[in-house]
């Protein structure tokens, strides 16, 4: 029996794509790299930052308790990121709600540094564009390296496989922009440093419905 | 193929009605599978792999399906042959299954349409006889209060 052209061309391409491949890394390997990755990143923020006490800082419970947050809260959205595209490992309610826990505890944190006033629109704009900037210059490397890794396996959720990494590249920016950034104000963290991460994992989900899910179409 | 395939098969028999369907969705499951073998490693237990990949593309189908019904006009003429209760009753438990979460879904699917066992429905669900028997639970109370009886 003759099988349609369409058909023919399938096989071909399956038979062509036949070959062994070799299994991808298991995600606490890829996810200890992209640490190895994000470290640098903080390496970097620490080294180019405005901040001339940072070693005062450090000795604050308070700011290390925000840096601990940002960094753990990242680590479980990278860890979910890497497990969902893995069919059947995807990390389930747990592992969201424990992101979403610590995400919380350091915006918590974050509202209990000093209030201050905004004397100057343009200043406080200026300043957090500066912010916006640097928390994105921060993510670009990391959230590429993520998306790839994601990307390499089979997600079955595209848009939350998405905002899984966005959520963690912009985590980690934001604890490099916390460590860089001399401003320790309640207002301008909370706008400029907190909102920019859900912005970005939103805009990821968005990204990652669209190049994600793209492994299993004919 | 041959320890697997009748699985696969099972598992999409008992949700897709039109053996037609269930065809080319076998068929597209063995594609997706092909395309994702790069993320199997054994010694993984193979079923949460293989039945997630399942579950993707019968979902995907399912979404197709519901896109289309609703584009779908309704006739004048009614056909000659009557559905019954019986196919009423199905469509109504398709819907209100429809309205449950995917992991309450799978283990009351499990369950109740294969005749699983509990020990062996955690197995394929990837999770612990304990938390699968909560999800079948919440399934059934969820289903009873959608179909209300």
């Known amino acids: 029996m003759r099988t349609p052209p369409s058909h023919e061309r399938l096989l071909a391409r399956l038979i062509a794509d036949a070959h062994p491949v070799r299994p991808l890394w298991a995600p606490h390997s890829r996810l200890a790299l992209w640490l190895a990755l994000q470290t640098l990143t903080l390496g970097v923020a620490v080294r180019v930052g405005l901040r001339p006490n940072l070693g005062d800082h450090l000795r604050r419970p308070l700011f290390l308790l925000e840096l601990g947050a940002l960094i753990a809260a990242g680590v479980t959205a990278a860890a979910l990121a890497l497990r969902a595209a893995v069919p059947g490992m995807a990390g389930g309610r747990v592992g969201l709600t424990c992101s979403v826990l610590l995400g919380a505890v350091a915006v918590a944190l974050l509202a209990l540094e000093p209030a201050a006033s905004v004397h100057s629109l343009r200043g406080f704009v200026a300043n957090g564009a500066q912010c916006l900037v640097c928390m994105l210059a921060f993510s670009a490397l990391p959230w590429t390296a993520l998306f790839v890794a994601v990307r390499r396996g089979a997600p079955l959720n595209g848009p939350g496989a998405g905002a899984y990494t966005g959520a963690a590249a912009f985590l980690f920016a934001a604890a490099a922009v916390r460590i860089a950034c001399p401003i320790d104000e309640e207002l301008h963290l909370l706008a400029w440093h907190m909102m920019p991460i859900a912005l970005g994992a939103a805009l990821s989900a968005v990204v990652g419905a669209r190049w994600l899910e793209r492994w299993d179409h004919a | ?149």
């Open chain 2, 1 to 149: 193929m041959d320890d697997i395939g009748p699985e696969v098969m099972r598992f999409l028999r008992t949700r897709v009605p039109n053996p037609q369907d269930v065809g080319d969705l076998y068929q597209e499951t063995f594609l997706a599978l092909h395309r994702a073998r790069r993320t199997y490693k054994a010694p993984r237990p193979v079923e949460p792999w293989l039945f997630a990949i399942a579950g993707h593309v019968l979902a995907r189908h399912m979404r197709r399906q519901r896109i289309r019904m609703g584009r779908e006009v309704l006739v004048d003429s009614l056909p000659e042959r009557a559905t019954g209760d019986g196919g009423h009753a199905r469509v109504r438990l398709a819907q209100a299954l429809d309205r449950l979460p995917l992991a309450h879904r799978e283990a009351f699917e499990l369950v109740k349409f294969e005749g699983l066992s509990t020990a062996a429905a955690a197995a394929r669900a990837g999770t612990t006889p304990g938390a699968l028997r909560v999800r079948a639970h919440r399934a059934y109370r969820a289903l009873r209060q959608l179909l209300g009886s």
